[in-house]
């Protein structure tokens, strides 16, 4: 395999995708304007929620994905805090456990085995849990991955494989010739290639604009509040059924829905310190400042959910712009009507949970295999009907 | 033993930040995401400063070093202040 495949950004999915092209043989360079995992993956949570995906073919990417994470830490010999926690959906409201028991209903159909459990079952795995929680979704298969960790491993091992990797680097446009893409020019040196991979996340509409391609990637803005280091606190993965609204009803044109999109994630760190989010809301691409309102809300979240957080210390507090598509799907596969381009973005806040999958099906699309599960569904032409 | 922490927070040597600039880290960012350095619990106010000399004297591109986004709270506070 001699392909030249260039990869442009270097987060959880551009490192996955250049890693897996190494791995079959392809030179491979990865080209990032700033730092590995120095975006979206930088600026996240730590959960492979599987159980919170969009039943269909997301959710079919997600259960394979957590295939690969279980030998992931041996494969690339990092430790990446890979750790099997399970995972958890809280339910406060009737009106909740209805839309969950659906949902549940819908995931056991897809194959995976989530049970609905009553709030004392709850808060047996959970004893912080508020006595207000009336119930929970339980998967014992929910992980949790270091985000940044997983992004550098992925690099590192592309690198001993032979990849190079450019950082510092911003990659302004594509070079064309008639209908296809033959590499890139970065700070007025051209560098081409057999192909070219756009993994740049929420920036990736710049780059294929023009080209007269609409990637229809919006970044919707989240926000995290880090705790001070704690002992052991939480044993799973949280979500509220807050959340889970919040993330499968996404629509910027929806004026009645809550503006900051706050429903609760939490989760412990390796470090022990917490991760607790989030918010979801559509404010273009340069107003990524903290808002205090927003910390108030996840805060009265997190404080309802387990009240002894009352008494814990806030460290920080950061935002990332994930990126949206219409109908939360990620972008996976070739652009139709040219060669030697494709696009791997629009993951949302599963980019974490899809990478490895991510990664490893571009490839095989990229170096012209049949890849293992049918990527169409995930197509960039699913748009424009 | 010639290595020293920089980062007692998070319990980071100046060797594993050579290290992570060895690795193509230019910005005090960048370290950070790689050994964790200003991850803790002063948020970088002690070790931020001798991160960027660090990187100045090393990356030598003539600029100063990218550094951490500065974010609330300005000091650790409890979530029940927050919210109150």
Redesign the interface.
């Known amino acids: 395999m001699n392909d030249k495949v260039i990869v442009v950004g270097a987060g959880l999915i551009g490192t996955s995708t250049a890693y897996y092209l190494a791995k079959s043989g392809a030179h491979v360079t990865l080209i990032d304007a700033?730092?590995?995992?120095?975006g979206t993956s930088?600026a996240c949570d730590r959960a492979i929620m599987i159980q919170s995906k969009k039943p269909g073919p997301t959710l079919d990417l997600a259960i394979k994905s957590a295939e690969i994470y279980q030998d992931l830490e041996k494969e690339l010999e990092v430790h990446l805090e890979y750790r099997k926690s399970g995972g958890m959906i809280i339910i406060e409201t009737a009106e909740e456990m209805k839309a969950m028991e659906g949902m549940v209903e819908r995931q056991q159909k897809a194959g995976i085995d989530v049970k609905l459990i009553s709030g004392e079952e709850a808060r047996v795995r959970e004893p912080a849990l508020s006595k207000n929680i009336i119930g929970s979704t339980w998967w014992e298969n929910d992980a949790e991955v270091n985000p940044?960790k997983v992004s550098?491993a992925f690099a590192?091992a592309a690198r001993r494989l032979g990849a190079k990797?450019r950082?510092?680097a911003p990659v302004t446009r594509l070079l064309t010739e008639n209908n296809r893409v033959t590499g890139v020019e970065v700070r007025g040196e051209m560098l081409y290639a057999d192909a070219v991979v756009v993994a740049m996340g929420v920036w990736t509409p710049m780059l294929l604009k023009p080209l007269g391609v609409d990637v229809p990637i919006i970044p919707r803005l989240g926000q995290i509040?880090v705790?001070?280091?704690l002992p052991p606190f939480l044993h799973t993965g949280i979500l509220s059924a807050a959340y889970i609204a919040s993330k499968l009803n996404g629509d910027p044109d929806d004026e009645t829905a809550d503006p900051y999109g706050v429903g609760l994630a939490i989760g412990q760190t390796h470090?022990g310190s917490l991760l607790i989010g989030g918010s979801r809301q559509f404010v273009g691409y340069n107003n990524t400042e903290?808002n205090?309102e927003v910390?108030?809300k996840i805060?009265?979240t997190?404080?309802r959910t387990f009240p002894q957080?009352?008494?814990?210390?806030?460290?920080?507090?950061?935002t990332g712009l994930r990126p949206y598509t219409p109908d939360g799907m990620p972008i996976l596969g070739p652009v139709d009507g040219m060669d030697g381009i494709y696009i791997a973005a629009g993951h949302e806040g599963d980019g974490v949970a899809l990478a490895p999958i991510s990664g490893e099906l571009m490839a095989q699309a990229v170096l012209g295999e049949e890849p293992e599960i049918d990527i169409q569904a995930f197509s960039m032409s699913r748009f424009k009907r | 033993m010639n290595d020293m922490i920089i980062c007692r927070c998070e319990g980071v040597f100046l060797s594993e930040i050579l290290g992570a600039i060895e690795d193509g880290a230019d910005s005090v960012p960048g370290v950070k995401k790689r050994v964790r350095v200003g991850m803790g619990y002063c948020q970088g106010r002690v070790c931020q400063p001798i991160v960027r000399d660090i990187l100045g004297g090393r990356v030598g591109t003539g600029k100063n070093p990218v550094l951490q986004r500065a974010q609330p709270p300005v000091r650790p506070v409890r979530l029940g202040e927050i919210v109150r």
């Open positions: 700033k730092d590995i995992a120095s930088g940044l550098f590192n990797v950082l510092g509040l705790s001070e280091r470090s903290t205090p910390t108030r805060g009265e997190a404080v957080l009352a008494n814990v210390r806030i460290i920080r507090a950061f």
